[in-house]
């Protein structure tokens, strides 16, 4: 018996890194030496003391059952003096902090817990693919604001049909941006909460580069801006922040009836985390060893970056060393128009598997995305190999 999907699945297809996967495994049976430099995810193991509290809490035999629906108290409360140290932002444990299965499945159920049919959501483009997924699965219709270049990559909210905002429920930013890599102007964050009080509007905020920063920035979070909890959330993660992204651990805070929703939502869903996984967290939420660990690191990644930028000068291609994320977002080379079929043929000439912008939306045809999740060596090798085939 073939088995039909239901219709709100019926337009998606696999996801754009599973199928590369494939390809790439392909390749590399037929004997190609493939370097990946698409996925943004850290190749880097967590801090030791974090493993450490992960397998004594997990040799302990009281730990092993389910834990509390959300998160335990510990785990909200770590949340909260993590904000309270990094932010200046206080928050309500019980209330304002959600514990979120890595950030991803928190962005995917907000849109499920606050949308409905006819409903907009106001989404970046390029941005995160989950944004629009969450937002057609809900049933609910996107709008995509454009970010170009020639504003810093950044929404023009102003631009927005009033039409449009009459429908908008929610707000979606991502700073610092993936893929782009921009960084937002705390005036910036002023204005949106300005926006969406005025449009009575939920601001999703998704901030897992904001401790993934170089030559001294400082990332901000929107809960920064006086009053932003009565019309915003955000959604921060250990994966970026500590190289946990197999922990899968994230959490969703700020305004209460948003948390609570998701909260309602995800009780349906899931039975929350290991916890042993928890208190790695935990650890890594609170110790005080974990911010000479994050420079340690950035100076690593921050390697890597100057790396991919005088690499693809030395290409003639005109690139701006971004000041935070794990990604170099570039331009295609002068005569290239498609980047899914510049990436292909780097793929199978250069043996270099990038990601193409218009994967993650319209406005992101024209650039590449290079990931710096990659051994420092490998990344070396992947540019000079790209560089040359250019230069061909």
């Given at each position: 018996?073939?088995?039909?999907?239901?219709?709100?699945l019926a337009?998606f297809g696999?996801?754009f890194f599973?199928?590369l996967?494939?390809?790439i495994?392909?390749?590399?049976a037929?004997?190609?030496?493939i370097?990946?430099?698409?996925?943004?995810?850290?190749d880097?193991p967590?801090p030791d003391f974090v493993?450490e509290a992960?397998v004594?809490?997990a040799?302990?035999?009281d730990?092993?059952s389910?834990?509390?629906?959300g998160?335990?108290?510990?785990f909200?409360q770590?949340?909260?003096?993590?904000?309270?140290?990094?932010?200046?932002?206080?928050?309500?444990p019980?209330?304002e902090?959600?514990?979120?299965?890595?950030s991803k499945?928190?962005?995917?159920?907000?849109?499920?817990?606050?949308?409905?049919?006819?409903?907009?959501?106001?989404?970046?483009?390029?941005?995160?693919?989950?944004?629009?997924s969450?937002t057609?699965?809900?049933?609910?219709?996107p709008?995509f604001?454009?970010?170009?270049?020639s504003?810093?990559f950044l929404?023009?909210?102003e631009?927005?049909?009033a039409?449009?905002?009459?429908?908008a429920?929610?707000?979606?930013l991502?700073y610092?941006n993936?893929?782009t890599?921009?960084?937002?102007?705390?005036?910036?964050?002023?204005?949106v909460?300005?926006?969406?009080?005025e449009h009575?509007?939920?601001?999703?905020h998704?901030?897992?580069y904001?401790?993934?920063?170089?030559?001294?920035?400082?990332?901000?979070s929107i809960?920064e801006v006086?009053?932003a909890?009565?019309?915003?959330?955000?959604?921060?993660?250990?994966s970026?922040?500590f190289?946990?992204?197999?922990?899968?651990?994230?959490?969703?805070?700020?305004?209460?009836d948003?948390?609570?929703?998701?909260?309602?939502?995800?009780?349906?869903v899931?039975?929350?985390?290991?916890?042993?996984?928890?208190?790695g967290g935990?650890?890594?939420?609170?110790d005080?060893?974990?911010?000479?660990?994050?420079a340690?690191?950035?100076?690593?990644y921050?390697?890597?970056r100057?790396?991919v930028?005088?690499?693809l000068?030395?290409?003639?291609i005109?690139?701006?060393?971004?000041?935070?994320?794990?990604?170099?977002w570039y331009p295609?080379?002068?005569?290239?128009?498609?980047s899914?079929a510049?990436?292909?043929?780097?793929?199978?000439e250069?043996?270099?598997?990038?990601?193409?912008?218009?994967?993650?939306g319209?406005h992101g045809?024209?650039y590449v995305?290079v990931?710096?999740g990659?051994?420092?060596?490998?990344?070396?090798?992947a540019?000079?190999?790209?560089?040359?085939?250019?230069?061909?």
């Amino acid at each position: 018996m073939k088995v039909p999907p239901a219709d709100r699945l019926a337009g998606f297809g696999a996801y754009f890194f599973a199928q590369l996967g494939q390809r790439i495994a392909a390749l590399r049976a037929e004997g190609k030496d493939i370097i990946r430099v698409d996925i943004g995810a850290p190749d880097m193991p967590p801090p030791d003391f974090v493993i450490e509290a992960l397998v004594e809490e997990a040799r302990r035999p009281d730990t092993h059952s389910y834990t509390t629906y959300g998160g335990t108290p510990e785990f909200k409360q770590a949340v909260a003096q993590f904000y309270k140290k990094r932010f200046g932002v206080e928050l309500d444990p019980a209330r304002e902090v959600l514990a979120l299965i890595g950030s991803k499945e928190g962005l995917f159920h907000l849109s499920q817990a606050i949308l409905n049919p006819g409903d907009v959501a106001l989404i970046p483009d390029p941005g995160y693919p989950t944004y629009r997924s969450g937002t057609l699965l809900a049933g609910a219709e996107p709008y995509f604001m454009p970010l170009l270049e020639s504003n810093g990559f950044l929404p023009d909210l102003e631009a927005i049909p009033a039409d449009v905002l009459a429908r908008a429920r929610i707000l979606w930013l991502n700073y610092p941006n993936n893929p782009t890599s921009a960084v937002a102007p705390f005036s910036f964050f002023e204005d949106v909460i300005a926006f969406a009080r005025e449009h009575n509007i939920l601001v999703a905020h998704d901030a897992p580069y904001a401790d993934v920063t170089y030559d001294g920035y400082r990332a901000h979070s929107i809960l920064e801006v006086p009053g932003a909890k009565d019309v915003a959330v955000e959604f921060n993660s250990h994966s970026k922040a500590f190289n946990m992204a197999g922990w899968r651990l994230g959490m969703l805070v700020g305004n209460a009836d948003a948390v609570r929703h998701v909260h309602v939502y995800k009780s349906q869903v899931d039975t929350s985390h290991f916890q042993p996984v928890l208190k790695g967290g935990i650890v890594a939420l609170t110790d005080d060893r974990i911010r000479d660990w994050i420079a340690q690191r950035n100076a690593i990644y921050q390697e890597r970056r100057d790396i991919v930028v005088s690499a693809l000068r030395s290409a003639g291609i005109k690139v701006s060393p971004p000041k935070a994320s794990l990604y170099v977002w570039y331009p295609l080379p002068e005569g290239e128009t498609d980047s899914k079929a510049f990436c292909s043929r780097a793929l199978e000439e250069a043996g270099v598997s990038m990601t193409p912008g218009r994967v993650f939306g319209a406005h992101g045809e024209g650039y590449v995305r290079v990931s710096l999740g990659t051994k420092t060596d490998a990344l070396k090798e992947a540019m000079e190999r790209l560089v040359a085939w250019l230069k061909k």
